[in-house]
Structures are given as C-alpha cells and as structure tokens.
T-cell receptor, first 109, second 114 residues
Framework: GQNIDQPTEMTATEGAIVQINCTYQ??????LFWYQQHAGEAPTFLSY??LDGLEEKGRFSSFLSRSKGYSYLLLKELQMKDSASYLC??????????WGAGTKLIIKP | IAGITQAPTSQILAAGRRMTLRCTQD?????MYWYRQDLGLGLRLIHY???????GKGEVPDGYSVSRANTDDFPLTLASAVPSQTSVYFC?????????????FGPGTRLTVL
C-alpha cells in the first residue's frame, strides 16, 4: 500500500530554524514535492526532490532519502509570513501525487 | 487571465441539486486535475486529464464527472450534490504528466451542500 505521514502542527520562534519531517511508503516513486499553503489560499510549490540529498533554495532547503522513505523541509531565519501549512506529496508510479495532511507551522515572535 | 482561475469562489447548494465548478488555465498546460481538501486529510484527487480529449479517475471519483473539450477548460460536475461533498475544491494544472512536473493550483471553490 501507499501512505504518507507528517506532523499535524509545529511551533517555532521568529528568526529560528525549523525542520518539518515527512515519511512515506510506496512501491513506485517518482519524486517528492513540498508545497506551502497559507490559510484560505491555494498551495504553492516550494521544492521537488527525486535524487537523494539536499536541495537549497534561499531560506528553504529540502532533503530526501529514498532508501528510508524520508524527507524534510528546513526553514531558516523564520519570518512571521512563514506561518502556513506545509504539504508534502510523493509522485507514485502512475505519476499521481499522494498528499500528506499537512503540517501547520505557527511562528511566535 | 494569468494562471488558473476557478468559479465560483464559494457556493451554498441544496442537496440533490446539480452544480458545475469551472476551471480555466492560460498556461497551455496539457495536464489538469481536480482535488478536494478536507480538514485533517490530504488533498485527494477526484479526476484528472493528461491532455485535451482524455480524462481519468482519481482516488475519490464517485459522484463527480469531468470533461476536457479543449486545453484550457476542465469543468467538474456534481450531478446530484450530497452533504459529504461539502469541501474546498482545487483545480490544478501541470505542463505534462511525469517527474519534474510541478502542479499549479487555482484559488479554490468553497462548496457547502446542505
């Protein structure tokens, strides 16, 4: 079967670093996506990993380990505007995205 | 138009009524998708289309139908709405199907079925 899991909610302090984990199980894998979704808005693309390792994009980085079925999103120098839900999704063998329920990130001043 | 638009923004509908949610994109993307998003659950795929003239069923297709007469439009129809179809519906598109193809989302339609 297929499944994907991420924490429901996390809290962090402005200016700090936070790591949001995502674990998945699937027999067919074509990459892992991270999206950001502010309350009441549409998801927007953050990153895509298909090979093992770390991809860095400004304050955001994403890591993938295919052998462990594990990814994380790292957010540095947190800003209040980073308060949002972060969705991870893997692409299965049919090229469909299987989505986690999202991690709500609360940033405190 | 820039990107993907959806209409209506929100709707309250009586159970048993027929409803069509509209989705239009101007990016000339081949693939389009309809998802529903419910509290505590991940986005769930309802139907998809890899290219104009073709459609496929996703994870939760029952009670919904779609058509793809051209590249730009991908309407979703609820033939006879039921309260369990109360949800936020997102339309999305991508250049194609396959790895590296990120999906772009419309602003969503909030539907309440009473």
């Amino acid at each position: 079967g297929q499944n994907i899991d991420q924490p429901t909610e996390m809290t962090a302090t402005e200016g700090a670093i936070v790591q949001i984990n995502c674990t998945y199980q699937t027999s067919g894998f074509n990459g892992l996506f991270w999206y950001q979704q502010h309350a009441g808005e549409a998801p927007t693309f953050l990153s895509y990993n298909v090979l093992d390792g770390l991809e860095e994009k400004g304050r955001f980085s994403s890591f993938l380990s295919r052998s462990k079925g594990y990814s994380y999103l790292l957010l540095k120098e947190l800003q209040m505007k980073d308060s949002a839900s972060y969705l991870c999704a893997f692409m299965d063998s049919n090229y469909q995205l299987i989505w986690g329920a999202g991690t709500k990130l609360i940033i405190k001043p | 138009i820039a990107g993907i638009t959806q209409a209506p923004t929100s709707q309250i509908l009586a159970a048993g009524r027929r409803m069509t949610l509209r989705c239009t994109q101007d990016m000339r993307h081949n693939a389009m998708y309809w998802y529903r998003q419910d509290l505590g659950l991940g986005l769930r795929l309802i139907h998809y289309s890899n290219t104009a003239g073709t459609t496929g069923k996703g994870e939760v297709p029952d009670g919904y139908s779609v058509s793809r007469a051209n590249t730009d439009d991908f309407p979703l129809t609820l033939a006879s709405a039921v309260p369990s179809q109360t949800s936020v519906y997102f339309c999305a598109s991508s250049t194609g199907q396959g790895p590296y193809n990120e999906q772009f989302f419309g602003p969503g339609t909030r539907l309440t079925v009473l």
